[in-house]
């Protein structure tokens, strides 16, 4: 390629805005009721939304209470060619309807029984597609199954990242050395062993990594939400995200009055671990019913939000932001050509210096000089996430009606009429060509779909031969 034409390509490559992303964000936006449209709403803005798959690997080898998987999850049979052909279709679908670039979740049973090559495959699919996947595990797998996930056979890296969801809770049981946690604190030492093995794998072979940290949140640990904050906000994680528990999947594993975990109370208890209450007036991602996020940081053990959401000039921040980088896509994009992007917005708006040093200059304030030396200017960005899922009952009935057309009188319906159109949560059903919320596909469309796929793909029993023993029984 002569320099003209390398110049060319790099002048495309860096492009800020790619108009397909921005058509597609347009089509969320439009689609967003009204009442979500406000000047912090992501989607529409900065993003589609999140994805996640479905019937891919639905079976797991931990017992959660709840489990949102219904009950025939755990009677299919992992296999990789199922899953590298459901992932495709449904990726493809997900490119065509919501655009070229969106956060996906390989999500589903437990990501981690899949052999490393069939889970590697099903990730570069997704990164053909222009979705940056994030892999869904309870994080009870060894180094070995990392290394071989990240590397090819020739010990090549195949990924230059992995981004990694670890769900740790005292109430999912069967996890190796610790069948039944006594405490949240107990499951610490597994919690930092998980996040040690991405740590030596970055050491040994250069592969950067994404962490979050999932929880989900009942009556019975919502106290302790606070100490799991504490204790591994230095572990490793870039997202503490969790879940209130809500009735939804396998009703035999519904144990305790979850709803008296209210949003508010595990907020608060969150707030609570990070040092502050949170604010989560600034970005909204759909709902603020569905989700509340804080973006922020650590300076040493101290937890600051980017930014303050009762301080109109973080406010205005925000807007600057979005109105010059929102149409940037920043999901899948490697940081070098971000740069060059955000870099040729800044050439044609150059106020956005003047805006971003201000802020700078406001947050360093914030901090407070003499804790920024303590620790050599060095800060940790870790966001705290709630997102809560509703119960099976209010959203069955409340999605048919949708689909006939029907508002809903009855208030809870109506919340979660209101809810389900805000999504931000979405899956792809390449048979018919739809997408739906992940509340209507766990409360609604699983149990139909896993009773089929556990036709499809029965569990083979292996059974060891017999032997006799020498007083002639068969063991
Ligand atoms: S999946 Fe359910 S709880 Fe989550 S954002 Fe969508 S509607 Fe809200």
């Given at each position: 390629?002569?320099i003209l034409a390398r110049?060319r390509a790099?002048?495309r490559a860096?492009?800020?805005?790619?108009p397909?992303?921005?058509?597609a964000?347009?089509?969320?936006w439009a689609?967003?009721?009204?009442a979500v449209?406000t000047p912090?709403?992501?989607?529409g803005?900065?993003g589609v939304?999140?994805e996640?798959?479905?019937?891919?690997?639905p079976r797991c080898n931990?017992?959660?209470?709840?489990?949102?998987?219904?009950?025939?999850?755990?009677?299919v049979?992992v296999?990789?060619?199922h899953?590298?052909e459901q992932v495709a279709?449904?990726?493809?679908?997900?490119?065509?309807l919501?655009?070229?670039r969106?956060?996906?979740?390989l999500?589903g049973?437990e990501v981690s029984?899949?052999?490393p090559?069939d889970?590697?495959?099903?990730?570069e699919?997704m990164?053909?597609q222009?979705?940056e996947?994030?892999s869904?595990t309870?994080?009870d797998f060894?180094?070995d199954h990392?290394?071989?996930?990240?590397?090819?056979?020739?010990g090549e890296?195949r990924?230059?990242?992995l981004?990694?969801?670890?769900?740790f809770d005292?109430?999912?049981?069967g996890?190796r050395g610790?069948?039944?946690?006594?405490?949240?604190?107990?499951?610490?030492?597994?919690r930092?062993?998980?996040?040690d093995?991405?740590?030596r794998l970055?050491?040994?072979?250069g592969?950067?990594?994404f962490?979050?940290h999932?929880?989900?949140?009942?009556?019975?640990n919502l106290?302790?939400i606070?100490?799991?904050v504490?204790e591994?906000?230095?572990?490793?994680y870039?997202m503490?995200s969790?879940?209130p528990?809500?009735?939804?999947g396998?009703e035999?594993?519904?144990k305790?009055?979850?709803?008296e975990?209210?949003?508010?109370?595990?907020?608060?208890e969150?707030?609570?671990?990070?040092?502050r209450p949170?604010?989560?007036g600034?970005?909204?991602?759909g709902?603020?019913?569905c989700?509340?996020?804080?973006?922020g940081f650590?300076?040493g053990r101290r937890w600051?939000?980017f930014?303050?959401?009762d301080?109109?000039?973080?406010?205005?921040?925000?807007?600057?932001f979005?109105?010059?980088f929102?149409?940037?896509?920043?999901t899948?994009?490697?940081?070098?050509?971000l740069?060059?992007?955000?870099?040729?917005v800044v050439?044609?708006?150059?106020s956005t210096?003047?805006i971003a040093?201000r802020?700078?200059?406001?947050?360093?304030g914030r901090?407070?000089?003499?804790?920024?030396?303590r620790n050599?200017f060095r800060?940790r960005p870790v966001t705290?996430?709630?997102h809560?899922f509703m119960d099976?009952?209010?959203v069955?009935?409340a999605?048919e009606?949708?689909?006939r057309?029907?508002p809903?009188?009855?208030?809870a319906?109506r919340?979660?009429q209101?809810r389900l159109?805000?999504?931000?949560?979405s899956?792809?059903?390449p048979e018919?060509g739809t997408?739906?919320?992940?509340c209507?596909?766990?409360?609604?469309?699983?149990?139909?779909?896993?009773?089929q796929?556990?036709?499809?793909l029965p569990?083979?029993?292996?059974?060891?031969?017999?032997?006799r023993?020498p007083d002639?029984q068969e063991?």
């Amino acid at each position: 390629m002569g320099i003209l034409a390398r110049l060319r390509a790099l002048e495309r490559a860096t492009r800020p805005y790619d108009p397909e992303f921005v058509a597609a964000m347009a089509r969320r936006w439009a689609e967003l009721p009204d009442a979500v449209r406000t000047p912090g709403q992501i989607i529409g803005q900065h993003g589609v939304g999140c994805e996640g798959t479905h019937g891919v690997f639905p079976r797991c080898n931990l017992k959660c209470t709840p489990c949102y998987h219904s009950r025939d999850a755990n009677q299919v049979r992992v296999d990789g060619p199922h899953s590298r052909e459901q992932v495709a279709a449904q990726m493809r679908l997900l490119r065509i309807l919501r655009g070229p670039r969106a956060h996906a979740q390989l999500i589903g049973g437990e990501v981690s029984l899949l052999p490393p090559d069939d889970h590697a495959a099903a990730l570069e699919i997704m990164h053909a597609q222009g979705r940056e996947p994030m892999s869904f595990t309870h994080g009870d797998f060894d180094y070995d199954h990392l290394e071989r996930l990240a590397l090819r056979d020739d010990g090549e890296r195949r990924f230059a990242r992995l981004s990694f969801a670890a769900h740790f809770d005292k109430f999912m049981y069967g996890r190796r050395g610790i069948e039944r946690p006594p405490g949240e604190l107990a499951l610490n030492p597994y919690r930092k062993r998980f996040a040690d093995m991405f740590a030596r794998l970055r050491r040994e072979h250069g592969v950067r990594y994404f962490l979050a940290h999932n929880m989900t949140v009942t009556p019975g640990n919502l106290d302790e939400i606070a100490d799991v904050v504490r204790e591994c906000r230095t572990m490793g994680y870039g997202m503490f995200s969790f879940q209130p528990a809500a009735f939804l999947g396998d009703e035999r594993r519904w144990k305790e009055p979850y709803r008296e975990a209210t949003a508010d109370a595990v907020w608060a208890e969150i707030g609570r671990g990070a040092g502050r209450p949170l604010g989560y007036g600034v970005f909204q991602n759909g709902d603020v019913r569905c989700n509340r996020t804080a973006y922020g940081f650590y300076a040493g053990r101290r937890w600051y939000p980017f930014l303050e959401e009762d301080d109109p000039r973080d406010l205005a921040v925000r807007d600057a932001f979005f109105r010059y980088f929102g149409k940037v896509s920043f999901t899948g994009t490697p940081p070098a050509v971000l740069a060059a992007k955000m870099a040729r917005v800044v050439a044609r708006h150059p106020s956005t210096v003047v805006i971003a040093v201000r802020w700078l200059a406001r947050t360093a304030g914030r901090v407070g000089v003499p804790r920024l030396v303590r620790n050599r200017f060095r800060v940790r960005p870790v966001t705290f996430v709630m997102h809560r899922f509703m119960d099976a009952e209010v959203v069955g009935p409340a999605w048919e009606m949708m689909r006939r057309g029907e508002p809903a009188g009855e208030p809870a319906l109506r919340e979660a009429q209101e809810r389900l159109a805000a999504c931000q949560y979405s899956m792809a059903h390449p048979e018919d060509g739809t997408v739906v919320p992940a509340c209507v596909q766990h409360a609604v469309l699983d149990p139909a779909e896993n009773a089929q796929l556990r036709t499809l793909l029965p569990l083979v029993e292996v059974r060891a031969p017999s032997v006799r023993r020498p007083d002639g029984q068969e063991e």
